[in-house]
Structure formats: C-alpha cells, structure tokens
Nanobody, 122 residues
Framework: QVQLVESGGGLVQPGGSLRLSCAASGSIFSINVMGWYRQAPGKERELVATITSGGSINYADSVKGRFTISRDNVKNTVYLQMNSLKPDDTAVYYC????????????????WGQGTLVTVSS
C-alpha cells in the first residue's frame, strides 16, 4: 500500500559526499515524520536523523555538522546530504516513516525502505 524507494548509496572516499533520496508512494493521506537509520556490520540499527512535515529536525550526535536532512512534502520525499564522510559511516542506510496515514480508511502504518549501502573507504 505504501512503498519507500531509496537511492544514492555507493562507494566514496573518506572526506567525500553522498546524497541519499527516499520517495514514498502509494495510498498516502499524510506523513508527519520521515527519517533515516543505519546499520553497520555487526551492529544494531541506529537513528541518523528525522524531520517532521513542519521542518523540525533531530540528528544523532555522530553526524551533527556533517549530515543534513531535508524533505519535499509535496513529493513525499526525504533526502540525506552526507558530507565529510568517515569510514565509520559505512552502513546500510534505511529510510523510515514511523506513521503514515493511508487512504481510504486512514489506517496508520510504519514503513521501512529496502536499504541502500554506503561504503566509505580509500
């Protein structure tokens, strides 16, 4: 009913930049929070950043000052601009919508994207 499609991952050298995109599609009535999580090999999934439809933003301490989250409410798309990338940023990055109201009955769902791999290595 609702899908999140991510793009933009890849291999980048330390200090480089990447931009991730995540587009939500389907029978969407409204979305408030959209966010990014990541999971490195052997580690638990962790929050990277979230943004509300009103523009309130939250970042993990590890990415503050380097990553920027933004969104296009009309397109139901969220972006993650990642600068000054470090090897520790290597992970699968997942887009998340914790609560989407769907048409026609306004049920709420949590949706995850399929993940996109970001590798930071020289």
């Amino acid at each position: 009913q609702v899908q999140l499609v991510e793009s933009g991952g890849g291999l980048v050298q330390p200090g480089g930049s990447l931009r991730l995109s995540c587009a939500a599609s389907g029978s969407i009535f409204s979305i408030n929070v959209m966010g990014w999580y990541r999971q490195a090999p052997g580690k638990e999934r962790e929050l990277v950043a979230t943004i509300t439809s009103g523009g309130s933003i939250n970042y993990a301490d590890s990415v503050k000052g380097r990553f920027t989250i933004s969104r296009d409410n009309v397109k139901n798309t969220v972006y993650l601009q990642m600068n000054s990338l470090k090897p520790d940023d290597t992970a699968v990055y997942y887009c998340n919508v914790p609560r989407v109201l769907i048409k026609p009955d306004f049920r709420s769902l949590e949706v995850w994207g399929q993940g996109t791999l970001v590798t930071v290595s020289s």
